[in-house]
Structure formats: structure tokens, C-alpha cells
């Protein structure tokens, strides 16, 4: 009964901001062991994690994009969202959010899926 959706801008010009936002339903995101992370697939490559938000709001972000990404949830919504800045069209890829029992990257360890949205990134 868990359903993810994505939503937000579907184009992105450089330098400015992603923000993307993954509202959930059938399931609370404050619920213990679940973690809720963001993916994306660029063009032509592999499904590559971002980041996560635990069900206690604590977060991770892999390194590479750490610098330049903030996960964060609304309770009150039950939702959570992504924030990518200074994107460039390297940037540009289909994002999905996902929840797992884990705080994995594997992407086999997430059992839920929004249908992803595509971005853009481009002038």
C-alpha cells in the first residue's frame, strides 16, 4: 500500500537549484527501520544513489554530491524532499525516490518506488 511519488521541475538551468519533492502515502516516513532515499539514472548509465533520510531524520549523502546536496522531510506532510544545487547538465537524469530496510545504496535493497521524473539541466 506504499506509493512514492516524485515531483518538482522537470527543467533545471545550470548553476540554479534541483529541488525535488517525494510525497508518500499508505506508510508514515517516521517509521522505524525504513529509510528514504533519492536514486537517479542518467542517460545511458546506471541507477546511481544520492542520498537518504532515516526514519529519524538522520541523513547521508554519498560523497561525490555531499557538498552541494541537503535531504530533508516534512513530518507533517509526510513527505521528503531533495535539494541539488549548482547543477550542471552532467546533472541531467531521471529521479526517483525509494524506500528500503536499509540505510543502503544498493538500490535491490529497496523494495518501494515513485515512478521517477525526469530532469533537465539545461540553458
Known amino acids: 500500500q506504499v506509493q512514492l511519488q516524485e515531483s518538482g521541475p522537470g527543467l533545471v538551468k545550470p548553476s540554479q537549484t534541483l529541488s525535488l519533492t517525494c510525497t508518500v502515502s499508505g506508510g508514515s516516513i517516521t517509521i522505524n527501520p525504513y529509510y528514504w532515499s533519492w536514486f537517479r539514472q542518467p542517460p545511458g548509465k546506471a541507477l546511481e544513489w544520492i542520498g537518504h533520510?532515516?526514519?529519524?531524520?538522520?541523513?547521508n549523502v554519498r560523497p561525490a554530491l555531499r557538498s552541494r546536496t541537503s535531504i530533508s522531510r516534512d513530518t507533517s506532510n509526510n513527505l521528503f524532499s531533495l535539494q541539488l544545487r549548482s547543477v550542471t547538465p552532467e546533472d541531467t537524469a531521471v529521479y526517483y525516490c525509494?524506500?528500503?530496510?536499509?540505510?543502503?545504496?544498493?538500490?535491490?535493497?529497496?523494495?518501494?518506488w515513485g515512478q521517477g521524473t525526469q530532469v533537465t539541466v539545461s540553458s
Open positions: 533520510i532515516g526514519y529519524s531524520g538522520n541523513t
Open positions: 525509494a524506500r528500503g530496510n536499509f540505510g543502503s545504496s544498493d538500490p535491490d535493497t529497496y523494495n518501494y
